[in-house]
């Protein structure tokens, strides 16, 4: 079965730094994976996905993510945090065709970004 | 992108009353339509999976008598809770696959935030 591992429940950053959030999957299978922010009390919004093409993948709003099967990592990253980048971040990695596709999602990582 | 739309948004019911939610796909037919659950500062768990016209498939641990899906249509999914308690207070979302698309396509509604007094 897919599986994801999000590595730290709460990430602090301060304004202008790096944004590192960390995730982990587990396959049988070429993997498709995402990364997905959470607003307070909203739905889930697609900030990128792999789909076995460019290993680098650029999101919205200046997230990217690199596919490194080595290490078996998609580690979201963003150059200079801003402080609306403040949310939960989820992690996903896409099941198989017997699951219909259903997504199976990491725990998530609380991003704080401090003035 | 498509829109999958979920009505309604809040709802605050009492103990014991059943209560739908339904999960539109507004410009595009969704063979596949899940429905996820999300406790307070947890993530989000699969409850069910439903394929237009078949009966939905639960994740183990997931009452389906409880929790009734009807995906009566290639637009319509519906999730009722029956005989709803405090415990079921959550964030209900949906999600939606359409016909020949990949796995990697599937498209989220805003949610459903509901609270059982």
Known sequence: AQSVTQLGSHVSVSEGALVLLRCNYSSSVPPYLFWYVQYPNQGLQLLLKYTSAATLVKGINGFEAEFKKSETSFHLTKPSAHMSDAAEYFCAVSGNSSSGYALNFGKGTSLLVTP | ?117
């Open chain 2, 1 to 117: 992108g498509a829109v999958v739309s979920q009505h309604p948004s809040r709802v605050i019911c009492k103990s014991g009353t059943s209560v739908k939610i339904e999960c539109r796909s507004l410009d595009f037919q969704a063979t596949t339509m899940f429905w996820y659950r999300q406790f307070p500062k947890q993530s989000l768990m699969l409850m069910a999976t439903s394929n237009e016209g078949s009966k939905a498939t639960y994740e183990q641990g997931v009452e389906k008598d409880k929790f009734l899906i009807n995906h009566a249509s290639l637009t319509l999914s519906t999730l009722t809770v029956t005989s709803a308690h405090p415990e079921d207070s959550s964030f209900y979302i949906c999600s939606a696959r359409g016909r020949g698309l990949r796995g990697d396509t599937q498209y989220f509604g805003p949610g459903t935030r509901l609270t059982v007094l």
